[in-house]
């Protein structure tokens, strides 16, 4: 049941959220940067914690966040900023395939521990 690199992928997407809004200098728009912080955050922090414990929700939950980074720059109203737009999507979508990929994993490890086939 090792997802070790999918979490730790995750964990650098999440970082790179954080440090983006200086890196590609957005950091004065406040909702977008709040928006990096706060799901970047949040990002590592599952990814962290899925290190120790896998699980599904774990990555359901990472999977979510991805979907809200994507759809966000619209939701938000802050689709202005290109770069900001651009990095926050593709993020947002490389999270959400990797979580999905990790998830899909635990569940095919956890069948086989079960004696099941797929």
Not at 25 to 53: E, K, P, R
Not at 92 to 106: D, M, N, P
């Amino acid at each position: 049941m090792k997802t070790y690199w999918e979490n730790w992928t995750n964990i650098v997407l999440g970082v790179w959220l954080i440090a983006a809004t200086w890196e590609l200098q957005y950091a004065h728009l406040s909702l977008v940067a709040m928006n990096g912080y706060l799901v970047g955050f949040a990002v590592t922090s599952i990814a962290a914690a899925a290190l120790t414990s896998p699980s599904t929700r774990k990555e359901m939950a990472n999977m979510g966040l991805g979907l809200w980074l994507m759809a966000s720059p619209w939701v938000l109203e802050t689709h202005h900023h290109a770069a900001a737009t651009a990095n926050t999507f593709v993020v947002g979508l490389a999270i959400f395939i990797v979580a999905a990929f990790a998830s899909h994993e635990i569940s095919v490890s956890a069948d086989r521990m079960a004696g099941g086939h797929r």
